[in-house]
C-alpha cells in the first residue's frame, strides 16, 4: 500500500509540473518553437490464494517534429519517446504476490532564431521518475516487474550568423524478480529518478 501511495503522490507531482513557456509575443522578429510531452502511468498486478498467474502492461509511444524554414533563418525538432510497463504473477495455492508500478516522465524542447545575425536560443530537458515494488508471501511462485523507458531529442537552428545543434538521449530500466517456495517470502523496490537539461544561447 505504501508503494501505491508513493507512486500516486509522485504522479500527482509530476502532472503538476508547469513547463516553463515564454509567450512568442514577447520576441518579435523572432521564429519561436516549443514542444512537450508528459507519461503517467500506474500499473498493479496481484494474486492472492489459489493457483493462478495475472499480467499488466501499459505501453505509450510519443513522436513529435516541429520544421520553419525562412529565406534567412530555419529551425527544426524532434522528439521521441517509448515507454513499457509490465508485470507478471505466478502462484500456486497458499500465497501472495503483487507488483505495484508508477512512473512519471515530462519532456521538453523549445527553440528561438531571429532572422539574419540575429540571436539563437534552444533548450531541451527530460524529467523521469520510476517507483516499483516487487512482492512475495508464502506459497510457491514468482513475480516479475519490468520498466523501460527511451527518450530521443534532437534540435537545430540556423541564420546568416552560424547555426547551433544539440541531442539528448535517455534509457532507463528497471527490473524486479521476486521468487521462492512455501514459507518464504521476499521483496525488491527500486526508485530511479533522472533529470536532464541542455540550453544553448548565440547573443
Known amino acids: 500500500m505504501k508503494s501505491i501511495v508513493f507512486s500516486s503522490i509522485a504522479l500527482a507531482l509530476l502532472s503538476s509540473v508547469a513547463l516553463a513557456t515564454m509567450p512568442p509575443e514577447m520576441f518579435p ?12 502511468s500506474i500499473n498493479l498486478v496481484g494474486l492472492v490464494g489459489a493457483g493462478g498467474e495475472a499480467h499488466g502492461m501499459n ?72 517507483d516499483q515494488a516487487v512482492t512475495k508471501l508464502d506459497g510457491s511462485g514468482v513475480a516479475n516487474g519490468d520498466q523501460t523507458l527511451a527518450v530521443v531529442q534532437n534540435q537545430g537552428t540556423q541564420n546568416s550568423a552560424g547555426m547551433m545543434t544539440q541531442s539528448n538521449v535517455v534509457l532507463a530500466g528497471q527490473l524486479g524478480t521476486v521468487a521462492g517456495g512455501p514459507c518464504t517470502s521476499g ?6 529518478t533522472i533529470g536532464t537539461t541542455q540550453t544553448q544561447i548565440d547573443l
Do not use: Y
Open 59 to 130: 505501453t505509450a509511444t510519443i513522436i513529435q517534429n516541429q520544421h520553419d524554414m525562412r529565406p534567412c533563418s530555419s529551425a527544426c525538432q524532434d522528439e521521441l519517446a517509448l515507454f513499457v510497463q509490465s508485470g507478471c504473477v505466478i502462484g500456486t495455492c497458499g500465497g501472495l504476490w503483487d507488483v505495484v508500478q508508477g512512473a512519471g516522465v515530462v519532456g521538453e524542447q523549445w527553440q528561438l532564431v531571429g532572422d539574419g545575425c540575429g540571436s539563437k536560443m534552444e533548450t531541451q530537458g527530460v524529467g523521469i521518475l520510476l
Open 29 to 40: 522578429g523572432f521564429k519561436w518553437q516549443q514542444q512537450d510531452f508528459t507519461i503517467g
Open 187 to 192: 521483496q525488491a523496490i527500486g526508485a530511479l
